[in-house]
């Protein structure tokens, strides 16, 4: 019975992120995945190899993350990524001129730059909508769209989209539906469950979740589109070295234990910030009234650890507020064990012209806070203290 029952479809997630595509290094029984640090693999004659011929190609230690994050994602097949924008420039490589994308508009600064100063001048077409209405998807959706790109929760408003829902408009018009799970995390959110034809991540963000990778990754269950993507990643040669592979999969098998930890900090913090009078508006998906707070318990596992904020006073006073912050510290990224706080105007969406963050309702006063695993009452001290009157 063991081995049935130890089947890696019976297995939970927390089992699966320590075990799946981890097994014990066959010739020396090592636990811990090896670094196969090598560029080229000796054949037994011309093209005839063990399954390996040249690292950009595959990797044993890249093959073992990509089985880990299948399994996570609950998907068929994984492909890991040098970067999350590596993951987003080879998703893309799909298209070709004159093809239509609608995107969410509230969507990463990176991810808009790529879409508007890059594969704009390839001839490629965008429509920047508010992707928490399926209204607005399917007014936006023409004979040319091929692809529905979301982040469910967006960056950095947090806004939920009805994931299920987008996927039928897009299959409706015979587009594929991508989303960006970086946020919720597989933990929280598996988007191929809900009729997602891509999900995507920066693994740099909460898989890793150490703030000592830069990483990438796509799941999907179609083979035909995992070798198109295989093939097109290849080519191009967004592929992560096996370093980051080994450090990713480091980060992975304790990713269950961080995400409770992070959504009860970000639960924490979001109350406290909700009834602070300086705080004019909050946004976590984890509040009751917060629009997309229904949404989310429905498709979600949890609510995850991002909390967004607007302040009274705009961008000056979001200034002096974070620069006040001792724990939280000052950055870009997100999902480490580390508390970070940024301002997405002048940071993380600066690439976003002002018209269309004004547009998106990105305030230029919002703060977006990381919430990291410190101990709950140093965060909530340290938000406290910025957050006073001068003097």
Not at 235 to 254: E, N
Request: hydrophobic content about 40%; some cysteine; charged content about 25%.
């Amino acid at each position: 019975m063991g081995q049935k029952y130890l089947s890696s479809s019976k297995l939970r997630f927390a089992t699966r992120a320590i075990h799946i595509g981890q097994d014990p290094e066959a010739t020396t029984g090592a636990v811990t995945v090896p670094i196969y640090q090598t560029s080229t693999y000796a054949q037994r004659a011309p093209g005839v190899h063990k399954g390996y011929d040249y690292s950009r190609t595959d990797n044993p230690t890249r093959t073992a993350l990509q089985t880990a994050l299948a399994s996570l994602e609950e998907a068929k097949y994984g492909l890991a990524f040098s970067s999350g924008m590596g993951a987003a420039t080879t998703a893309m490589l799909q298209f070709k001129h004159g093809d239509h994308v609608i995107s969410s508009r509230d969507v990463y600064g990176g991810t808009y730059r790529l879409f508007k100063r890059v594969l704009e001048n390839f001839g490629m077409r965008f429509s920047f909508v508010e992707t928490s209405s399926l209204s607005e998807i399917e007014r936006a959706a023409t004979p040319r769209t091929r692809l529905v790109w979301i982040e469910s929760p967006t960056n950095p408003l947090l806004r939920i989209a009805d994931i299920r829902g987008v996927a039928k408009i897009a299959h409706r018009h015979r587009a594929l539906c991508l989303v960006d799970n970086t946020f919720a995390s597989p933990y929280f959110q598996r988007p191929l469950t809900l009729g997602a034809d891509l999900v995507l991540h920066s693994t740099t963000k909460y898989i890793g979740g150490h703030a000592d990778i830069v990483g990438g990754a796509i799941c999907v269950n179609d083979r035909a589109l995992y070798e198109r993507l295989k093939y097109l990643q290849n080519a191009v040669g967004a592929t992560p070295s096996p370093f980051d592979c080994f450090l990713t999969l480091r980060g992975i098998k304790t990713l269950a234990l961080r995400m409770r930890e992070h959504e009860k900090n970000a639960t924490r913090i979001a109350a406290f910030l909700k009834q602070h009078p300086r705080v004019r508006r909050v946004y976590y998906p984890g509040l009751s009234d917060d629009p997309g707070h229904e949404l989310a318990a429905a498709q979600m596992d949890g609510f995850s650890g991002m909390v967004s904020f607007e302040v009274k006073g705009g961008l000056a006073e979001a200034r002096r507020i974070v620069s006040r912050l001792k724990v939280f510290k000052i950055a870009e990224s997100l999902g480490g064990v580390e508390s970070l706080v940024e301002l997405p105007a002048i940071m993380t969406h600066a690439s976003i012209p002002k018209a269309q963050r004004k547009k998106a309702g990105l305030d230029d006063g919002l703060i977006r806070l990381s919430a990291g695993i410190e101990d709950i009452e140093d965060l909530v001290a340290d938000l406290e203290y910025a957050l006073r009157q001068r003097g």
